[in-house]
């Protein structure tokens, strides 16, 4: 995502970009990646047990054209969900700037989500990390509580390093306190 499509306002800086963490690409390709095998695995299986069979039911080899068909789709089809997660992961950011704080949900192709707020706005941040393996890696949810009259709540999921993410935002949102008064 580049910044020029964010239009930034005058004199407002970047302070922070963040991508999702890792972990959750990580989960979704080795998912994917069973998904592509499993069809695999099960012609190898039903080859194995027909050659230990004294006694075929079929001959199995008569649909290796019609195997290697489905198998050929099934690939196309995972291929196709693999470039949606990596392009999925890499369009959903969270931004920090002097001013706002803006986060960018992809949630297809052609289908986004972009929600921000103004640190002048900001009432309350909360960081939430469950789990042996957030803790251990250190993700979590950044959640932001606004005096905004439409939505109050302002929630980014499976951050990296939230607390390091809510101390930016805090320390930007006091900055622009301090210059106010």
Same mark, same amino acid.
Do not use: C
């Given at each position: 995502? #580049?910044?020029?499509? /964010?239009? +930034?306002?005058?004199?407002?800086? =970047?302070?922070?970009? =963040?991508?999702?963490?890792?972990l959750t690409l990580f989960t979704r390709l080795f998912g994917l990646g069973v998904f592509a095998v499993v069809p695999?695995l099960a012609w190898i299986i039903i080859i194995v047990a027909q050659s230990l069979s004294p006694k075929p039911l079929? &001959?199995?080899?008569?649909?290796?054209?019609?195997?290697? !068909?489905?198998?050929?789709?099934?690939?196309?089809?995972?291929?196709?969900?693999?470039?949606?997660? /990596?392009? &999925?992961?890499?369009?959903? =950011? !969270?931004?920090?700037?002097?001013?706002? =704080?803006?986060?960018?949900? $992809? $949630? %297809?192709? !052609?289908?986004?989500?972009?929600? #921000? !707020?103004?640190?002048?706005? +900001? $009432?309350?941040?909360?960081?939430?990390?469950? %789990?042996?393996?957030?803790?251990?890696?250190?993700?979590?949810?950044?959640?932001?509580?606004?005096? *905004? *009259? #439409?939505?109050?709540?302002?929630?980014?999921?499976?951050?990296?390093?939230?607390?390091?993410?809510?101390?930016?935002?805090?320390?930007?949102? &006091? $900055? /622009?306190?301090?210059?106010?008064?």
């Amino acid at each position: 995502m #580049s910044l020029e499509t /964010l239009k +930034l306002e005058a004199n407002e800086v =970047v302070l922070k970009i =963040v991508h999702r963490h890792w972990l959750t690409l990580f989960t979704r390709l080795f998912g994917l990646g069973v998904f592509a095998v499993v069809p695999l695995l099960a012609w190898i299986i039903i080859i194995v047990a027909q050659s230990l069979s004294p006694k075929p039911l079929f &001959n199995i080899y008569l649909y290796t054209n019609h195997f290697a !068909f489905f198998y050929s789709t099934w690939l196309l089809y995972t291929t196709m969900a693999i470039a949606f997660a /990596l392009t &999925n992961h890499y369009l959903d =950011v !969270f931004v920090v700037t002097n001013r706002r =704080v803006i986060s960018i949900d $992809q $949630q %297809g192709f !052609f289908r986004r989500h972009i929600g #921000s !707020f103004r640190l002048d706005k +900001l $009432q309350d941040m909360n960081v939430e990390v469950n %789990g042996l393996i957030a803790t251990l890696l250190d993700y979590g949810t950044v959640e932001a509580e606004t005096a *905004s *009259s #439409s939505s109050g709540e302002f929630r980014s999921y499976n951050l990296p390093k939230p607390r390091e993410l809510k101390d930016i935002i805090l320390t930007a949102a &006091n $900055q /622009l306190d301090d210059k106010r008064a």
